[in-house]
């Protein structure tokens, strides 16, 4: 009876700050730069230029602190958040996010000093390259605000970290359209809209304008190079054993991490015979893992962790 063992793996990360898609359409090639954002540093990174744009959406209950925001907002401004929509926020059209946009645009240009000469407007195809300005990390800030319907801003605040240019310069343009009264009037006077601005490389709902190029390098996920194969002591049964483990920035799984995605108790078994077999797989497939070479992951340049689920399959013929 011959046997096969077959491996694949499964790669993936929660919540993924920037979608990597097509890159932007420029005549000059990207330029690798020194990556000083992070260390350890890739040793080959592979660099690609991406149009990178400015969107504006409408953000609710899932951002982080978004209720406590409400609530200071409310005491602040003696709001009911009754009135006038059941949460105390107004619906924010396409059309009137595409007006505040226009309105921020504008002020951005102004403040970030990006060269949009010859380009008629923010937006046009061919984009000003951002690269001495910010740096690649850039793309996975957002910043996040409270707009009344007279125009006002409240609670202004951005993730990404206070050393981040980019998002000192959306925030200082946001503090110039507001203060050169340029901000639309959505009205109605007391109504509350929650926005976010971010930077984003693909479309987005909301209103997006192209705003400039970033060249940075290429994300790539953690690669076994070298894992041997699992023994199947018992060829009677088909068999598939899920472990999840954190590959470290050394190439070797964590040994601490290495489990099974569902234990063997939870699983159904037509004796101990077939149960006893299972397990043994088990145990020699974290074996392999412990035993394995990889290539870890690189994220803009950086080599960090990365959780990684992986599949042993057993099938006897």
């Known amino acids: ?39 350890p540093v890739a040793a080959n990174p592979v660099w690609e230029r991406y149009s990178i744009s400015l969107s504006l959406a409408t953000r609710r ?30 619906n924010t059209s396409p059309e009137e996010l595409e007006r505040v946009l226009s309105a921020l645009r504008e002020s951005f240009a102004t403040v970030s000093g990006l060269d949009y000469a010859g380009t008629g407007t923010p937006g046009h195809a061919r ?67 929650h926005l976010s601005w971010t930077p984003v490389t693909s479309a987005r709902p909301g209103a997006a304008w192209p705003a400039f190029t970033l060249d940075f390098p290429k994300r790539r996920p953690a690669l ?9 002591a018992d060829e009677r049964w088909n068999a ?16 601490a991490s290495i489990r099974p995605t569902t234990p063997a108790d939870k699983l159904g078994w037509d004796n ?13 497939s974290e074996d392999a893992v412990r035993k394995a070479i990889f290539q870890p992951e690189e994220y803009f340049g950086c080599l960090q962790a990365m959780w990684v689920q992986q599949e042993f399959i057993y099938k006897h013929h």
């Open 61 to 90: 209950s899932h951002v982080p602190g978004y209720q406590e925001m409400v609530n200071a907002l409310v005491d602040s401004t003696s709001l009911v958040k009754s009135a006038p929509e059941a949460d105390g926020e107004a």
């Open 224 to 232: 076994a190079i070298r894992m041997g194969q699992p023994r199947y």
């Open 127 to 193: 984009l000003p390259a951002a690269d001495s300005r910010y740096a690649p990390t850039a793309i996975a800030s957002a910043l996040y605000f409270v707009l009344l319907g007279t125009g006002a801003v409240d609670s202004v605040r951005f993730n990404g970290g206070p050393d981040s240019t980019l998002m000192r310069d959306m925030a200082e343009a946001l503090r110039l359209t507001v203060e050169s009264g340029h901000m639309p009037q959505l009205g109605p006077a007391m109504s509350v809209r």
């Open 240 to 255: 598939t054993v899920t472990l999840q483990y954190l590959v470290g920035i050394d190439g070797r799984a964590v040994p």
């Open 272 to 284: 101990e015979a077939q149960k006893k077999a299972y397990l043994a797989f088990e145990e020699t």
């Open 1 to 39: 009876m011959a046997s096969l063992c077959r491996v694949a793996m499964v790669l993936g990360r929660a919540a993924a700050l920037a979608p990597w898609i097509a890159a932007a359409a420029q005549a000059d090639p990207p330029v690798p730069r020194p990556i000083t954002w992070c260390s």
